[in-house]
């Protein structure tokens, strides 16, 4: 490492310091070695940086991070007088340290809502489906982004468990607007078509509803004969008078613009 380069990272006033870190990324990113390693640095010795630093660095940790930092980010995923767990979740699923688990779980209880939005988005990164349960309670947290980020992990985890704890909430709504569930559904597709289906006949008008939604993110022709269906015939409302028909015309517009943009990389 250059050593001019942690002076400047040390050096000067805060405003300063920033745009040397700014700097030092740009240069990471063109394969500077040298940068990499000041870059670690901050992360391997964090308490001699300012905070600032240290998360502005860990926002970009894909661009320089490497196995090194995996004890020093560990430590600091605990560290709550350094206060910087959420970045330290970050770092942690950018470089896809799954030892992290234990610490990420235990965050899911941490008093500052980033800090827990953060531990929830890292589990979902590294896809460890032990963890379903201790996610599964936050389907019914009283934030709405907490919600949507846990749905979303669950998504991205896949398993048994995890499709099950959406389905709970799909079939037993606690909040009326459900988006995030039937998107993390349908990251389930195909085999979660059938079951969607199936719910599309509900007597329930907010199942039918959320059903088509999920279907139509399916991005799946098996998919549109029942959206074809609840577009042409279903006349009911949800209790937030959302009208099923257009949820499946809307679903069936998602769902080609998903062909769409899958043909458009393949080609």
Request: proline letters at 4%; one cysteine or more.
């Amino acid at each position: 490492m250059n050593p001019a380069d942690a002076r400047r990272l040390k050096d000067g006033d805060l405003e300063t310091r920033e745009e040397n870190l700014r700097l030092l990324l740009v240069r990471a990113g063109e394969g500077d070695a040298s940068a990499k390693e000041a870059l670690c640095a901050v992360v391997r010795d964090y308490p001699e940086y300012h905070r600032s630093l240290y998360s502005r660095a860990l926002n970009r940790a894909a661009v320089f991070g490497d196995d090194t930092l995996k004890q020093p980010l560990l430590a600091s995923l605990a560290d709550t007088r350094y206060n910087c767990q959420a970045w330290a979740a970050m770092g942690c699923a950018a470089l896809g340290f799954r030892d992290a688990v234990p610490g990420l779980v235990a965050m899911l209880d941490h008093s500052q809502e980033m800090a827990r939005e953060q531990a929830v988005i890292a589990l979902g990164t590294l896809g460890d489906e032990s963890v379903v349960p201790a996610l599964t309670p936050l389907l019914r947290d009283s934030i709405a982004g907490m919600r949507e980020r846990t749905a979303e992990a669950l998504g991205m985890i896949g398993g048994d468990a995890a499709l099950a704890a959406l389905w709970n909430e799909f079939e037993h709504r606690q909040y009326f607007r459900i988006g995030y569930i039937a998107s993390a559904l349908a990251k389930f597709a195909p085999d979660v078509i059938p079951r969607l289906c199936e719910a599309a006949n509900s007597d329930d008008p907010d199942q039918r509803y959320w059903a088509a939604v999920a279907l139509g993110s399916t991005g799946d022709d098996r998919a549109v004969p029942t959206l074809e269906r609840l577009m042409a015939h279903d006349r009911g409302s949800t209790v937030f008078d959302g009208m099923v028909s257009v949820a499946a015309k809307k679903g069936l517009r998602t769902l080609r613009r998903i062909q769409a943009a899958i043909a458009a990389r393949e080609s």
